[in-house]
T-cell receptor
Framework: GAGVSQSPSNKVTEKGKDVELRCDPI?????LYWYRQSLGQGLEFLIY????????KSGLPSDRFSAERTGGSVSTLTIQRTQQEDSAVYLC?????????????FGNGTRLTVT | TQLLEQSPQFLSIQEGENLTVYCNSS?????LQWYRQEPGEGPVLLVT?????EVKKLKRLTFQFGDARKDSSLHITAAQPGDTGLYLC????????????FGEGTQLTVNP
């Protein structure tokens, strides 16, 4: 498909386990974002990748969170030793900066539940 | 402290009524975007405003960017049940590059 794809769509894990969330951005989009959204709330910025530049990791809530983007395309968000407060929907978005304002194209998210 | 404050947080109205949602900040934004999100889906862009004082219309939706580029409003005329959703404003701060900061959202319910 032509949109942003995230997998899995739902993930239930036990407290203390590690999880990996995947994002396939729109082909050709150089910018990729991860956000976290609690039920009915706004989006909390986590991390931003732009081309080959160093990622902006300023939104990661703790050192248990990390993300990488391989080959400028697919991205993986890893949460180690998950805690119940990590339960949320994790949204990925991509965009193609054109020098002006670039809209974000979002995936449908991964709903993470930590039991 | 939330960079972008949206109000109201929740709004439930009857079909045919008008409504306004506000997005306010003490920061200056180079641009501001409005998104709409439905359950189980990611947000979808409605409009982008970039010029202070700018007004954009999208059918029954009117978006305004404040003169000082610190605030914005979304006005919906004759709301319909299909307008139900979470409305999010997102700003690109002049000092933060391309990073978009989102407000907490306004959950709108339009009852038939």
């Amino acid at each position: 498909g032509a949109g942003v794809s995230q997998s899995p769509s739902n993930k239930v894990t036990e407290k203390g386990k590690d999880v990996e969330l995947r994002c396939d951005p729109i082909s050709g989009h150089t910018a990729l974002y991860w956000y976290r959204q609690s039920l009915g709330q706004g989006l909390e910025f986590l991390i931003y990748f732009q081309g080959n530049s160093a990622p902006d990791k300023s939104g990661l809530p703790s050192d248990r969170f990390s993300a990488e983007r391989t080959g400028g395309s697919v991205s993986t968000l890893t949460i180690q030793r998950t805690q119940q407060e990590d339960s949320a929907v994790y949204l990925c978005a991509s965009s193609q900066p054109t020098g002006g304002v670039s809209p974000l194209h979002f995936g449908n998210g991964t709903r993470l539940t930590v039991t | 402290t939330q960079l972008l404050e949206q109000s109201p947080q929740f709004l439930s109205i009857q079909e045919g009524e008008n409504l306004t949602v506000y997005c306010n900040s003490s920061s200056v934004f180079s641009s501001l975007q409005w998104y709409r999100q439905e359950p189980g889906e990611g947000p979808v862009l409605l409009v982008t405003v970039v010029t202070g004082g700018e007004v954009k219309k999208l059918k029954r939706l009117t978006f305004q960017f404040g003169d000082a580029r610190k605030d914005s409003s979304l006005h919906i005329t004759a709301a319909q049940p299909g307008d139900t959703g979470l409305y999010l404003c997102a700003g690109e701060e002049e000092t933060s590059g391309s990073r978009l900061t989102f407000g907490e959202g306004t959950q709108l319910t339009v009852n038939p």
